[in-house]
């Protein structure tokens, strides 16, 4: 099983709401990554978690909260986003942290986010 | 100034018809990637390259890492409808910025029947 499961799959929100986006692995993956995509663009990373501690914020506005509850779950708590801030977030994960340069990283199929 | 430089970045082709993405850089990488991206899609890993000179194939897929491991390019043979997608490089970062996976502009491949 090589999948990581991203839910929901759309989500529409305002930009006064606050939502979640949620992620799980059943992989044994210890790093864990969000990644926000605009169209015909490349992903952008946002996070990376390593054994379930923040190691990389890529200078992310506050509105938006990771949050790693155990090795298999990731979520991403958004509240009061901007219309700019539609895209599709793709959560993400590898085998190893440090030193693992050379794993895999398996994506997700995105949630396609749109704030009205 | 981007850490990878992929070309072209849009491609629209006949079916049956040969074609090469190239992906440049300054840097010297231990390792690279190529993901193809489907509409509506996540990133799926097609090869990863590490030995400068390598030469991979997946199918009518053609990779090859430069000598120098500073570029890379993907050639695809009699493309077909079902190769349309937006086919990225990408790199990994190491140490302290690990897990930072940088990708090039990406290449989005049109392939009519």
């Known amino acids: 099983d090589t999948e990581v499961t991203q839910t929901p799959k759309h989500l529409v929100m305002g930009m006064t709401n606050k939502k979640s986006l949620k992620c799980e692995q059943h992989?044994?993956?210890?790093?864990m990554y969000w990644y926000k995509q605009k169209a015909k663009k490349p992903p952008e990373l946002m996070f990376v978690y390593s054994y379930e501690k923040l190691s990389i914020n890529e200078s992310v506005p506050s509105r938006f909260s990771p949050e790693c509850p155990n090795s298999s779950l990731l979520n991403l708590h958004l509240h009061a986003l901007q219309p700019e801030d539609s895209a599709l977030y793709l959560c993400a994960s590898s085998l190893s942290g440090p030193g693992g340069s050379g794993n895999t990283i398996y994506f997700g199929e995105g949630s396609w986010l749109t704030v009205v | 100034t981007q850490l990878l430089e992929q070309s072209p970045q849009f491609l629209s082709i006949q079916e049956g018809e040969n074609l090469t993405v190239y992906c440049n850089s300054s840097?010297?990488?231990?390792?690279l990637q190529w993901y193809r991206q489907e509409p509506g899609e996540g990133p799926v890993l097609l090869v990863t390259v590490v030995t400068g000179g390598e030469v991979k194939k997946l199918k009518r897929l053609t990779f090859q890492f430069g000598d120098a491991r500073k570029d890379s390019s993907l050639h695809i043979t009699a493309a077909q409808p079902g190769d349309t997608g937006l086919y990225l490089c990408?790199?990994?970062?190491?140490?302290?910025?690990?897990?930072?996976?940088?990708f090039g502009q990406g290449t989005i491949l049109t392939v009519h029947p």
């Open positions: 992989m044994g993956h210890r790093a």
């Open positions: 840097s010297v990488f231990s390792s």
């Open positions: 990408a790199v990994r970062a190491g140490g302290t910025s690990y897990g930072k996976l940088t």
